[in-house]
């Protein structure tokens, strides 16, 4: 299992740096669960340096799909690598609803990810219209289908999948583990078909709709939930280490 704790536009450096070396200290090695944050891009390699000899994994919210050139404001890949990221969420419900991201430019920036060694986080989603109209399923089909279109991997650990329902985000609404479940199971379909059996039968998914403590343990405990994107609750290190033990007690 995997879980991510994405900051979104939360903390400064000297606030990122303290969070951070607290989780470190209180997940100790936390085997089989890997464990990352994604701070805000200023923080990263301060953050990447604090917790440097700990078990803690580092991942940013974004890059770009070019190496270099005049493209002010991006971060490329190599620059991720370079501070240590292992990890980087693409195509975010919130990167799509405020700075128009599309399934293509997701998808050119997963391929470009891969190429570089890092590990794509893919969000996919629905909005509640969409999944109140009996389309969430179409919807999630498409994003996945174009977000993934000639990437490669190799192995199940090139590549992680984050299934976000939007009505679900910042709303204190979650999806029960029954639709979880389903639409999960519905993208490990997906991810079969076009990475073949073994490779997609291991992909983690990840559930990534206001998962929190009292609600870990039933989430995670379903079969193709393989790990939590978690946003607010990833900001108080007690909150998330105890999602991190409810994965450990799901494996």
Known sequence: MLIAGNWKMHTDV?????????IAGDIGNPAPVKVAVCPPAVNLSEVARAVN???????????????????????APTMLTAVGCRYVILGHSERRQYFGEMDETVNRKARKAVEHGLVPIVCVGEHLKEREA?????????????????????RPDDLVVAYEPVWAIGTGRTASPDQAQEMHAHIRVLLRDQFGGAVGGAIEILYGGSMKPGNAAELLGQ?????????????????????VEAAKNAV
């Open 134 to 154: 009996g389309h969430a399923v179409d919807v999630v089909t498409r994003q996945v289908r174009a977000a993934l279109a000639g990437v490669i991997v190799a």
């Open 223 to 243: 079969k193709d939930v393989d790990g939590g994107l978690i946003g607010g609750a990833s900001l108080n290190a007690d909150s998330f280490v105890s999602i």
């Open 53 to 75: 000899e700990t078990a803690l994994r580092i991942g940013a919210q974004n890059m770009f799909f070019e190496e270099h050139g005049a493209f002010t404001g991006e971060i």
């Open 14 to 22: 000297g606030s990122a740096v303290e969070l951070a070396r607290e």
